[in-house]
């Protein structure tokens, strides 16, 4: 069963910085497109970035160029480097994976873990 487990979160101040990790078990990324998603209290859950299987990113405007994704195929994990942390970015951070390997389409997201809480905050 194909199946995400995040962890890296924690409180930050702004300007900070913290890298997750998500480590996927039940399968091999290599062929997959992996997204970061994160939902805040009271709000929906929103994407933050993609990686495909060939290494494309892209980025919520929200976070670009502060937000990192990579992935290691080789130890089937992907990060999530994040700097210059604001207090928006506080929430609920999830990975999943879409089979298609060329996006991170929100009808063929799989694999959701729990998530790792990042709280920014002074």
């Known amino acids: 069963q194909l199946q995400f487990v995040e962890s890296g979160g924690g409180l930050v101040q702004p300007g900070g910085s913290l890298r997750l990790s998500c480590i996927a078990s039940?399968?091999?990324?290599?062929?997959?497109?992996i997204g970061w998603f994160r939902q805040a209290p009271g709000m929906e859950r929103e994407g933050v970035s993609c990686?495909?299987?060939?290494?494309?990113?892209y980025y919520d405007d929200s976070v670009k160029g502060r937000f990192t994704i990579s992935r290691d195929n080789s130890k089937n994990m992907v990060y999530l480097q994040m700097d210059n942390l604001k207090s928006e970015d506080t929430a609920v951070y999830s990975c999943?994976?879409?089979?298609?390997?060329?996006?991170?389409?929100?009808?063929?997201?799989?694999?959701w873990g729990q998530g790792t809480l990042v709280t920014v905050s002074s």
């Open positions: 039940g399968f091999t990324l290599d062929y997959y497109a």
């Open positions: 990686i495909t299987a060939s290494g494309f990113t």
């Open positions: 999943a994976a879409d089979g298609s390997g060329a996006a991170c389409h929100r009808q063929n997201l799989e694999g």
